[in-house]
C-alpha cells in the first residue's frame, strides 16, 4: 500500500480506522526526515495488513500538528480508535521504530540461510563504495544498514569538497546515488541494525533487528556519532529542547533564544545557522577562544545576536513541563555556577565512533577507534575497517570512499586464501 498522504481531511476516517495507523509527521526542510523516508518505507512493506503508514507535512497542516503536540520532525504516532497509543522523536534506526511498534504490534521476523562472499555493516561512503567494489568484483554483497543511505553526510544539504560536483553536492543525493551506483552491480541492502557479532571464525555471525546473516568477510563502516554531554535528563530532553543537529532543528527555534556547545568548527557552523533563525544565540565553550578555523572568526563575531560565554562548562540541564527550560554553567577557573535561560540547547561537541557492538573483538585504540592501516586490515582475519570508524588523520568523505575500495581489494586477497 505504500505511505498514504494525510491531511486534515483524511485524518479523522485514517485515525478511526480498523487497523491502526503509523503517521509521520515531517516537513521538506527536514533533513532527518528525509534520511527516515526509506526505513519508514521498509515498515510499511513489513507490517502491510497489519498496519496503515501515513505522512503529514506539518508546514501544509500545522493547526492540527500543533494541536498534537508535535515539537519535532521527524515525529511519529500510533494511532487506534482515534486515540494516541505512544509516539517516537527522531528514532535513531528502523530498528528503533521496530521496538516502538512492537510494543504494540507482534513483530515480523525474517532469516537468512545465506552464506555472503562479503557484509558491509553501514550504508555511509565507505559502506557503499566497498558494496560497489564488491559487487563489481563479483562477490556477492550485502548493506546492512540501519536508517538510510548516506550516513553522516545525509545530515548536511552542501558538501563542496568531494571532487566531480562543481557546484557542490547535497549530501542526502550523494548517498542514493552511491547506493545506486551499488545496486547496479548487484549489491544488496538490508535495513537493518547490527546488534551484535561473532566475527572470530571463517564463517562471521551478525545478529541483527532482522535476523541473523553469515558471511565469509565483514567490512565495518559504522562511522560515528554525535556525542553527548552525558548529564542527567539529556536523553529524555532531546527533542525536548535538547538537540544535536542545528541544521535539522533549527527550523524549531525561529524567534528564540538558543545556546550551542561547543568550540570546534561543527559548533561555529551550527551557531551560525542558528544566528539566521533564533532571536539570540549563545556559544558556550570551555575555553577563552574557539578551536573553529580562522573562516568562522568574523562571521561569528559580526553576528550582532550572538554572544559567547567562554570558559564555562554546562553542568545541569534545566527542566520544566518535560522540556528544557535552561541550563546550569560552571565558570571552569572560580566554579562559580549560573543559570542560564534557553529555549534550546545545541550540543556540538565533536562525534564517537559507532563502535561499541565490537568491544572485546575488534582491537581498538583509546578513543574507540578499530585500529587498522590503510589496507582496513583489522586483526582479525576477513574483517576490516573502513571509513570514519578506523584510525586515520583525516575523517572525510573522500577517505571514506578511498578506505571502503581498499577493504575490498583486501578481502578478495584473503577470500583467494580460503577457497
Ligand atoms: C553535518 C555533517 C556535515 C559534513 N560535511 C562534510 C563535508 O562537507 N565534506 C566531507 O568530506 N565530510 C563531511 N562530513 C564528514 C563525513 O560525512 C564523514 O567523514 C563520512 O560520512 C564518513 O563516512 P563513513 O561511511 O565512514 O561513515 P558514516 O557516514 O558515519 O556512515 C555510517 C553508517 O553506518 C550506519 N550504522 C552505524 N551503526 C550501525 C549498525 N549497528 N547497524 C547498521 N548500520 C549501522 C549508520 O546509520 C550510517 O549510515 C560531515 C559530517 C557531518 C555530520
Known amino acids: 500500500m505504500g505511505i498514504i498522504s494525510v491531511t486534515r481531511e483524511n485524518f479523522d476516517q485514517l485515525t478511526r480506522g480498523d487497523k491502526p495507523l503509523l503517521l509521520e509527521f515531517q516537513a521538506p526542510w527536514c533533513t532527518y526526515c528525509r534520511r527516515l523516508q526509506g526505513a519508514v518505507e521498509e515498515i510499511a512493506q513489513q507490517y502491510e495488513g497489519q498496519l496503515v503508514v501515513g505522512a503529514m507535512n506539518i508546514d501544509d497542516e500545522e493547526a492540527l500538528s500543533d494541536s498534537l503536540g508535535i515539537e519535532l520532525v521527524p515525529t511519529l504516532m500510533l494511532f487506534q480508535n482515534g486515540q494516541v497509543l505512544s509516539h517516537v522523536v527522531n528514532p535513531p534506526s528502523k530498528a528503533a521504530i521496530e521496538s516502538f511498534l512492537n510494543q504494540e504490534l507482534p513483530a515480523p521476523q525474517q532469516e537468512d540461510e545465506h552464506l555472503y562472499d562479503m557484509v558491509v555493516i553501514g550504508g555511509g561512503p565507505a559502506g557503499y ?34 571532487p566531480g560536483f562543481e557546484e557542490g553536492v ?130 561569528l563575531q559580526q553576528a550582532d545576536n550572538l554572544t559567547f560565554q567562554w570558559n564555562s562548562q554546562v553542568t545541569q540541564l534545566l527542566e520544566q513541563d518535560g522540556r528544557l527550560h535552561g541550563v546550569t554553567l560552571r565558570d571552569v577557573y572560580t566554579g562559580e555556577e549560573r543559570t542560564l535561560e534557553v529555549d534550546g540547547l545545541f550540543v ?72
Open 129 to 162: 563504495t566497498a558494496a560497489l567494489y564488491g559487487a563489481r568484483a563479483g562477490l556477492d554483497t550485502l548493506v546492512l544498514e540501519k536508517l538510510s543511505a548516506g550516513g553522516q553526510m545525509a545530515q548536511t544539504t552542501q558538501i563542496d569538497n568531494y
Open 170 to 299: 547535497d549530501g542526502f543525493t550523494l548517498g542514493m546515488k552511491l547506493q545506486a551506483g551499488a545496486q547496479r552491480f548487484g549489491a544488496q541492502t538490508l535495513i537493518a541494525e547490527v546488534q551484535s557479532v561473532q566475527l572470530d571464525a571463517p564463517v562471521k555471525v551478525l545478529h541483527t533487528s532482522q535476523g541473523v546473516i553469515r558471511s565469509r568477510t565483514v567490512v565495518i563502516a559504522t562511522g560515528a556519532d554525535h556525542r553527548s554531554l552525558g548529564l542527567e535528563g539529556e536523553e529524555a530532553l532531546t527533542g525536548r529542547g535538547v538537540s544535536y543537529c542545528a541544521a535539522c532543528d533549527g527550523m524549531f527555534f525561529k524567534g528564540k533564544r538558543v545556546a550551542v556547545v561547543g568550540g570546534g568548527n561543527s559548533a561555529a557552523a551550527d551557531a551560525l545557522t542558528l544566528t539566521r533563525l533564533a532571536k539570540e544565540v549563545i556559544l558556550i565553550h570551555r575555553r577563552d577562544q574557539l578551536r573553529a578555523t580562522k573562516v568562522y572568526h568574523d562571521p
Open 348 to 419: 556540538s561537541i565533536g562525534r564517537a565512533p559507532a563502535t561499541q557492538l565490537f568491544q572485546g573483538q575488534v582491537p581498538m585504540d583509546k578513543g574507540g577507534y578499530l585500529i587498522a592501516d590503510e589496507t582496513t586490515r583489522t586483526a582479525l582475519p576477513g574483517v576490516y575497517a573502513a571509513g570514519d570508524v578506523r584510525t586515520k588523520p583525516l575523517r572525510q568523505i573522500v577517505t571514506a570512499v578511498a578506505d571502503g575500495a581498499a577493504a575490498v581489494q583486501a578481502a578478495e586477497e584473503y577470500l583467494m586464501t580460503q577457497s
